[in-house]
Each structure stands twice: as C-alpha cells, then as structure tokens.
C-alpha cells in the first residue's frame, strides 16, 4: 500500500513538473486563437484563413490540416506547400498584427475577436477587425488607429482580456 502511494506521488509530481514541447508556450491572451487545439497541439489561428494567400493576394483562402505550422504555440494552416514555406522562411512577415486581435479594439485598449472577413493589408501587414461596424469606424482613420493600435499592443499584449478596460 505505501509503494502504491509513493508511485501515485512520484507520476503526480513528474506530470506537474516536467514541460511538454506539445503544449503551448505564450503567456495569457497573447494571441487571438479558435477554442480547442489542432492536431498539431496548437491552438489554430487566424480563423484557419492561409495568412500568406491573404497578404499575397488579398484573398481570404482557407488553408487545411495538411499544411500547418505552429509559430509562437499558434498552429496556421495554408493552402499550399509553397505558401507554407513561405511562412516557415519568414513567420513574422505573414502573422496578423496586434496578435490576430481586432486591431481597432486595441487601439482603444482592449482584445476583440479579429475576423479575418474584415481586414485589411497595409505596408504588407495583416489587420483584422471584429465586425463590419468596427472596420468601418477604421476605415475613418486607418493610419491613426494603427498607430495607437501599436502603441497600446506593447502595454496589453500579456494582459489577460478580462483585465482590460477599453478607453472610451
């Protein structure tokens, strides 16, 4: 009974104390991901819209499982072998900015859902938005909202979203 106690003891603290590679490794909210994971054991970001097609060609393509790559414990998935690589060479170049999080939204201090349906590409950038409604508030000023977007993404990027309150 004692040597059945130890083991239950010794697997328990080797589970909470040995890292998995598999688990994600970003701090709260860092990134605007779907709920559940990938079978790449990434949370999948983007909505699974091939971010490279996007920013290449202004088309929002669904990518598939069978071309993932996880950058930063967020899987993306691509429409081809070739637009994966691409990413793969140059990650930073094609991920959304402010996190995949409405760019709008942090521009006022807060993280919203970032729907790739409304977005836009500047400077070879990727900004998404929450809605029609807040696109069409950015399309007001787009430079002014990036702008404060970049700004504020430096002050909440690790803050958890129900700790934000959005400057209104």
Request: glycine fraction near 8%; aromatic fraction near 12%; charge should be neutral.
């Given at each position: ?13 080797l ?21 559940g994971l ?9 909505h ?8 290449k ?19 993306y ?9 691409a ?35 500047v400077?070879?950038k ?43």
């Amino acid at each position: 009974m004692l040597k059945a106690i130890f083991l239950v003891a010794t697997v328990a603290t080797l589970a909470t104390t040995i890292p998995f590679s598999s688990a994600p490794a970003f701090a709260a909210d860092e990134y605007n991901t779907v709920p559940g994971l990938t079978a790449a054991g990434a949370p999948l970001g983007l909505h699974g819209i091939d971010p490279v097609a996007f920013i290449k060609s202004g088309n929002r393509v669904e990518g598939t499982a069978k071309y993932t790559s996880v950058h930063d414990g967020v899987a993306y998935y691509f429409s081809t072998q070739r637009n994966l690589n691409a990413f793969e060479a140059n990650p930073s170049q094609y991920t959304p900015q402010n996190g995949g999080f409405c760019t709008y939204g942090v521009s006022v201090g807060a993280k919203f859902d970032g729907d790739p349906r409304y977005s836009d590409v500047v400077d070879g950038k990727l900004y998404v938005f929450l809605n029609e409604e807040i696109y069409d508030a950015y399309q007001q000023d787009p430079k002014g909202t990036i702008a404060k977007a970049e700004k504020n993404w430096t002050r909440i990027r690790s803050t958890p979203s129900k700790e934000l309150k959005p400057a209104g």
